[in-house]
């Protein structure tokens, strides 16, 4: 069995470090691939990371961490049905996003631009299909990093700006 997982998600990314539970041999030779391709991250942030794991400062945020999300993905998923919008996608558990539908006619590229000037920042899908439906409706929206309480005004906003534009 081979697994493999990074930080970057559940600390932050800048930290650029992962792991690789496999057998020993693949172990090595992953190592010797890394070594050909780019640099180790800095030891000093190595064994700072050691430490937090080792001292169960991980286990504890995740904890929190998992509760944060829970609650913020909760608060998102109430404030979009009670405005109107419709999840277009969802990971059953985990997760940190919703895709949304907005209404027909509406595109979630000038719905972004337009979302920019009140500082509401989602991600337009057109990027993530093959070929994507002109105007393409849909986008994405995290919660991993929004205050819970702007979770609502901020549904509130997308929202008037999508059926504007829908």
């Not at 800048?14 to 090595?28: D, H, K, S, T, W």
């Not at 919703?98 to 209404?103: A, D, Q, T």
């Not at 991600?123 to 979770?151: H, K, M, N, Q």
Request: with cysteine; net charge positive.
């Amino acid at each position: 069995m081979i697994y493999i997982g990074s930080f970057s998600k559940s600390l932050f990314p800048g930290l650029r470090i992962g792991y690789l539970v496999a057998p020993a041999p693949l172990i090595a030779r992953a190592r010797a691939l890394r070594a050909m391709m780019l640099r180790h991250p800095p030891n000093h942030l190595q064994r700072i990371t050691a430490y937090f794991l080792a001292l169960g400062h991980y286990d504890a945020h995740i904890v929190r961490l998992r509760q944060a999300l829970k609650l913020r993905r909760a608060r998102m998923e109430t404030a979009l049905h009670d405005n109107g919008l419709r999840i277009a996608g969802a990971s059953s558990s985990g997760g940190s996003s919703f895709w949304v539908e907005g209404p027909p006619g509406m595109d979630s590229r000038r719905l972004a631009e337009s979302l920019e000037a009140d500082q509401v920042l989602i991600e337009p899908g057109d990027v993530f299909f093959e070929t994507p439906p002109a105007p393409c409706p849909f986008f994405r929206l995290g919660y991993s990093s929004i205050c819970d309480a702007d979770i609502g005004p901020g549904i509130e906003l997308i929202a008037r700006h999508a059926s504007a534009r829908g």
